[in-house]
């Protein structure tokens, strides 16, 4: 896998190889020098004596006591010759290891992506700018609730818990740790440095601290930029430090501002939207002029969370739909026996059904219109999966129940976005990359979800899967330091909407909740398909 750039000229991430007109600048170096010894004449300290080689080209270098504690007999065995390990920690270079003899072939760095369900973690080679092995696992927070609100709740006012919170989210990474070094044989707790980011809630668990006051009006952090932190003290066995990504507010985390450097919208020269979908929506408009950005609940219907037979995208989940005159075809994770449907499963779904006049622009169904519509524990439902394709022989139905709490969550998201437009004075027209984040987005059928109104009308050219975009900002990071001042200045210059705090959001939301919206007018291609497919029914 080849070195990461932060993005190309449309803003998307991308990787591409390392060439001579690209230099790396990433956030550790490795050097090896040589350093004279001791004598009568010279008897100046080993510590000076490093500093002193090394202020030349690295200025005013900041030394702890453990690497002061690595100085003998480091320094003295090899002729003198020694390797020093330094992170750019974005005010002054910060020297953490120091080891005898040249190891400069070795410089690797880690970058980490905290989630609240899931951890995905790389090693990269730092010499190369290549991505060595990558591991993904359950974040082991969940034994204390599969939402984080019931996490918050569970740490509230209690220290012993909120150790178990952290430990959990320590043993996590360190489990992904030996995951990577079982992958690559590269000792990854040798690396030099891990970046990390992930949203608000999830940085205060990592650090042992109480995020109820995220939950609570006025909804402040207890930290929001912790920066580089001591992996020791976080309980993970690392040589180098942990830079954690900055948040600008309790629903604007670091995972954002991660991805905001993954796609380039602080450097763009035209307008990006980055939406980062999930239970949470965060959503980013602007440009290296202006940056706003708004955050909210979306819900966890997006994700296939509260939907009777939703579930996440796993084997025997249902991907992808496709229904013609009641004829349905599915596509299986793992081409298997369908156990449910998941979140691309079911944009799919409904784009389909109402495609084919099965439920209206409310949602509702036309019991008419299909055979496959029928009464199941008291209200209308649609067989979507025969009792022949279950893994245990029974049919899976979507219920109107389901649309109902389908819609209601899409319809917050879009509204998310209308809203941002309407705030900044924008169009549509004006936005070059509609960039869409996080697994939901990955794998979304991009005409689908503009059927639904989950996606702006606009030309699918201009919608951008950019994937795990929190986890792609870190590696930039990871290779190129100067985004630490980038971060700065997204942090000073972005203006944040609360959109919990809109007086007339639910309102507002009301009219998304159709399909694919009651301003019909702003979706011309939605009215184009339905004449499409109705002519193909007759």
């Given at each position: 896998?080849?070195?990461?750039?932060?993005?190309?000229?449309?803003?998307?991430?991308?990787?591409?190889r390392?060439?001579?007109?690209?230099?790396?600048?990433?956030?550790?170096?490795?050097?090896?020098f040589?350093?004279?010894?001791p004598?009568?004449?010279?008897?100046?300290?080993?510590?000076e004596?490093?500093?002193?080689?090394?202020?030349?080209?690295?200025?005013?270098?900041r030394?702890?006591?453990?690497?002061?504690?690595?100085?003998?007999?480091?320094?003295?065995?090899?002729?003198?010759?020694?390797?020093?390990?330094?992170?750019?920690?974005?005010?002054?270079?910060?020297?953490?290891?120091l080891?005898?003899?040249?190891?400069?072939?070795?410089?690797y760095?880690?970058?980490a992506?905290l989630?609240?369900?899931?951890?995905?973690?790389?090693?990269?080679?730092?010499?190369?700018?290549?991505?060595?092995?990558?591991?993904?696992?359950?974040?082991?927070q969940?034994?204390?609730?599969?939402?984080i609100?019931?996490?918050?709740?569970?740490?509230k006012?209690?220290?012993?818990?909120?150790?178990?919170?952290?430990?959990?989210?320590?043993?996590?990474?360190?489990l992904?740790?030996?995951d990577?070094?079982?992958?690559?044989?590269?000792d990854?707790?040798?690396?030099?440095?891990?970046?990390?980011?992930?949203n608000?809630?999830?940085?205060?668990?990592l650090?042992?601290?109480?995020?109820?006051?995220?939950?609570?009006?006025?909804?402040?952090?207890?930290?929001?930029a912790?920066?580089?932190l001591?992996?020791?003290?976080?309980?993970?066995?690392l040589e180098g430090p942990?830079?954690?990504?900055?948040?600008?507010?309790?629903?604007?985390?670091?995972?954002?501002?991660?991805?905001?450097?993954?796609t380039?919208?602080?450097?763009?020269?035209k307008i990006?939207?980055?939406?980062?979908?999930?239970?949470?929506?965060?959503?980013?408009?602007?440009?290296?002029d202006?940056?706003?950005?708004?955050?909210?609940?979306?819900?966890?219907?997006?994700?296939?969370?509260?939907i009777?037979?939703?579930m996440?995208?796993?084997?025997?989940?249902?991907?992808?739909?496709?229904?013609?005159?009641?004829?349905?075809?599915?596509?299986v994770?793992g081409k298997?026996?369908?156990k449910?449907?998941?979140?691309?499963?079911i944009?799919?779904l409904?784009?389909?059904?109402?495609?084919?006049?099965?439920?209206d622009?409310r949602?509702v169904?036309?019991?008419?219109?299909?055979?496959?519509v029928?009464?199941?524990?008291g209200?209308?439902a649609?067989?979507y999966?025969?009792?022949?394709?279950?893994?245990?022989?029974q049919p899976l139905?979507?219920?109107?129940s389901?649309i109902?709490q389908f819609?209601?969550?899409?319809?917050?998201?879009?509204?998310?976005?209308a809203?941002?437009m309407?705030?900044?004075g924008?169009?549509?027209?004006?936005?070059?990359?509609?960039c869409?984040?996080?697994?939901?987005?990955?794998?979304?059928?991009?005409?689908?979800?503009?059927?639904?109104?989950l996606?702006p009308?606009?030309?699918?050219?201009?919608?951008?899967?950019?994937g795990?975009?929190?986890?792609?900002?870190?590696?930039?990071?990871?290779?190129?330091?100067?985004?630490?001042?980038?971060?700065?200045?997204?942090?000073?210059r972005?203006?944040?909407?609360?959109?919990?705090?809109?007086?007339?959001?639910?309102?507002?939301m009301?009219?998304?909740?159709?399909?694919?919206?009651?301003?019909?007018?702003?979706?011309p291609?939605?009215?184009?398909?339905?004449?499409?497919?109705?002519?193909?029914?007759?």
């Open positions: 896998m080849n070195r990461a750039e932060c993005n190309d000229e449309s803003g998307v991430p991308v990787r591409v390392l060439t001579k007109e690209a230099p790396m600048k990433p956030l550790s170096r490795k050097l090896t040589y350093i004279p010894l004598t009568e004449d010279d008897p100046r300290s080993d510590c004596r490093v500093l002193d080689a090394l202020r030349p080209g690295f200025g005013d270098l030394i702890g006591f453990s690497v002061m504690r690595m100085l003998y007999p480091a320094c003295r065995s090899q002729g003198g010759q020694v390797t020093a390990t330094m992170i750019w920690q974005g005010d002054a270079w910060h020297l953490t290891r080891e005898a003899g040249d190891t400069t072939a070795f410089h760095g880690l970058a992506d989630g609240s369900t899931s951890v995905t973690m790389e090693l990269v080679d730092l010499n190369r700018g290549e991505v060595v092995s990558k591991a993904t696992r359950y974040n082991l969940r034994t204390f609730g599969d939402d609100l019931t996490r918050i709740f569970y740490g006012d209690q220290p012993d818990h909120l150790k178990e919170l952290q430990e959990a989210t320590a043993e996590t990474l360190r992904l740790m030996a990577l070094t079982e992958q690559s044989g590269v990854a707790g040798q690396a030099a440095v891990l970046v990390l980011a992930g608000t809630t999830m940085i205060h668990f650090m042992g601290m109480d995020a109820y006051p995220l939950f609570l009006s006025p909804y402040a952090p207890v930290v929001s912790p920066g580089f001591s992996a020791r003290e976080l309980g993970l066995p942990v830079y954690l990504f900055p948040a600008k507010a309790n629903y604007m985390g670091g995972d954002i501002v991660s991805g905001m450097i993954a380039g919208i602080s450097r763009s020269e990006l939207l980055f939406f980062d979908i999930g239970t949470n929506g965060e959503l980013v408009a602007g440009c290296k202006f940056l706003v950005a708004g955050a909210g609940a979306a819900g966890p219907a997006l994700e296939g969370g509260v009777r037979t939703g996440a995208a796993a084997k025997g989940a249902v991907e992808h739909v496709s229904i013609r005159k009641d004829k349905v075809r599915l596509t994770i298997g026996k369908v449910g449907i998941c979140g691309s499963g944009v799919d409904l784009a389909e059904l109402f495609l084919e006049g099965v439920i622009f949602g169904f036309c019991p008419e219109k299909s055979e496959r029928e009464k199941v524990e209200e209308w649609y067989r999966a025969d009792a022949s394709r279950t893994v245990d022989g139905w979507f219920y109107q389901d109902r819609l209601d969550t899409k319809a917050a998201a879009s509204t998310m976005v809203y941002m309407d705030a900044v924008m169009r549509f027209a004006d936005v070059d990359r509609f869409v984040a996080g697994a939901f987005g990955t794998y979304i059928n991009t005409r689908s979800a503009v059927t639904i109104g996606y009308d606009i030309p699918p050219e201009k919608i951008a899967s950019v795990n975009s929190s986890l792609e900002g870190c590696l930039c990071l990871l290779l190129e330091r100067s985004h630490l001042e980038e971060i700065s200045g997204i942090l000073e972005m203006q944040y909407i609360q959109y919990g705090a809109i007086p007339n959001f639910v309102e507002t009301q009219a998304a909740a159709a399909i694919p919206s009651m301003a019909t007018q702003a979706y291609s939605v009215k184009k398909w339905v004449a499409q497919r109705q002519r193909g029914r007759t």
